[in-house]
């Protein structure tokens, strides 16, 4: 068990909500702990939000200044779209996070799930003016659906939020300019391995273009089809579903405590 988070003493809220959504905090806070894992939190300055089943105008943040290995699914803090909490919790919740959330959550309403990171490699790209470059695999599912966002300081002013949703259309990939990535998902799952393609992409092209003066572009005609192809790769089940269960498995080996 992971003593950080027992020793918050933050009793179950399991009895106190529904199935569904008790469902939706466990896997919130398996995302948070699968951050922390892959070394993609910033202390405690990142955030992932996911939408209350059935309650079109309440989601589910991080109590603002728990660490994301300390938090679990009763710790997860209920609030509505003008960011009033909706639980009895000490913990308050990111300004800026409810800001960029509470925008894509009430114009998406195809989204369950938005994840938001301030990684080194995806900060470094989202520095370089040319943004994301079509140079691996992975590049081609986040090129099939990226966006850019110009950066306007912190995220905590109300008339940003238009232009935030206006820069991010339909697209699943969102890179905030000089300051990081976020991704979107029809489930916790699909947004996290969103971020994995986006974080790797990012990996991966900062290491390309530091070891190699002449780098091998893909044809724009491979990305137009990299949705079709990552439908048949995954024999259509998509990349969240299929690698979601084993992710969990992997955190029960770990730690299962995010669970409570």
Known sequence: MNEQAASL???SRQSDVG?????????LAAAYRLVALFKW???VFTHITARVPGRDNEFLINPYGLTFEEITA?????????????DDT?????PAGFTIHSAIHAA???AQCVLHTHTINGVAVAAQRGGVL???QHSIFVLASLAYHDYEGVALRDDEKARLVADLGSKNFLMLRNHGLLTLGATVGDALLNMYFFETTCAIQLRAMAGAPDLVSIDPHIIATAQQQARGATNGM?????????????????DPSYKQ
């Open 9 to 11: 003493q933050i009793p």
């Open 19 to 27: 199935a569904a959504e008790w469902q939706t905090r466990v896997d």
């Open 41 to 43: 939190d910033d202390l």
């Open 74 to 86: 009763s710790s997860l803090v209920k609030i509505d779209t003008v960011g009033n909490k909706l």
């Open 90 to 94: 000490p913990f308050p919740v990111n």
């Open 108 to 110: 998406r309403h195809d």
């Open 134 to 136: 079509p140079l691996s």
């Open 238 to 254: 998509g990349a969240g579903a299929l690698t979601w269960p084993g992710l969990l498995r992997r955190l029960d080996r770990i």
